[in-house]
């Protein structure tokens, strides 16, 4: 019982066969679970109060940045779930606990609309340089971003693709897959899109996700408040 690591292990055990987990949050688990029986001396009995945990909540705070943070919780709090559910435990401890930190939202960066016309117009007159159908082919595939299999390309195939033809095109901004993804969403709310529909081709559970993108549309909402503003359209008398 005063093992705190063969209670990990056990765990661990558990979410491999039972729940099934992939492999890359069963790596999580494992990295953020062994840090904390490092810092409990693999001790059991402190490892499961409140005020240990507290303790190594405000060592992360100062060690990590808030994401991670919030990660190594979520891990231990499923760990003494887990430890709750077997009656190991009669209580986790995080219930007397009260967490509570603002995440920084990290804003989308965007490709300025002229560099993704060149690196559009780049790919398109690839299309003239091909010598054989077989190089043709691939100009296409890589403008409709599918594999020789007629499948979507993997993100680290699009990665490369994109990298390849913004050499080319001499772009020297470092351009990502998920770049492209922001800029579409925020060009779609510039143009007056509703945030639904862009929430819809993102694939968004949650409008909350897609809103990160109004930041970046402060001019355009400049433009509807001196412009579009109901007192406007209100006579005073």
Not at 8 to 29: E, G, H, I, N, P
Not at 56 to 67: D, G, M, N
Not at 166 to 187: D, E, N, Q, V, W
Request: charged share 25%; hydrophobic share 35%; proline share 3%.
């Amino acid at each position: 019982m005063n093992n705190l690591q063969n209670q990990v292990d056990t765990y661990l055990k558990f979410c491999q066969l039972q729940k099934r987990l992939d492999s890359k949050t069963q790596k999580a688990y494992r990295i953020d679970l062994k840090q904390y029986c490092i810092f409990v001396s693999n001790d059991f009995s402190i490892a499961i109060l409140s005020t240990t945990l507290e303790q190594f909540i405000t060592t992360l705070h100062s060690k990590f940045k808030p994401k991670t943070v919030k990660r190594k919780i979520a891990s231990l709090k499923a760990f003494f779930h887990y430890l709750e559910y077997k009656e190991i435990i009669s209580f986790t401890p995080f219930n007397k606990l009260q967490i509570k930190f603002r995440e920084l939202k990290k804003l989308p960066k965007t490709i300025p609309i002229h560099t993704i016309e060149s690196f559009l117009s780049t790919i398109y007159k690839q299309l003239n340089y091909c010598q054989t159908d077989f190089e043709r082919k691939c100009v296409i595939r890589d403008i409709a971003v599918i594999n020789r299999l007629k499948r979507r390309l993997s993100e680290q195939s699009v990665r490369e693709m994109i990298n390849k033809y913004a050499k080319i095109a001499g772009i020297c901004l470092h351009i990502t897959p998920h770049m492209f993804r922001h800029s579409f969403a925020t060009y779609l709310l510039k143009e007056d899109v509703d945030i639904r529909y862009i929430q819809h081709m993102l694939g968004h559970s949650s409008i909350q996700t897609t809103e990160i993108y109004t930041h970046v549309s402060m001019r355009k909402q400049k433009d509807i408040l001196v412009n579009k503003h109901p007192r406007n359209g209100v006579v005073v008398r």
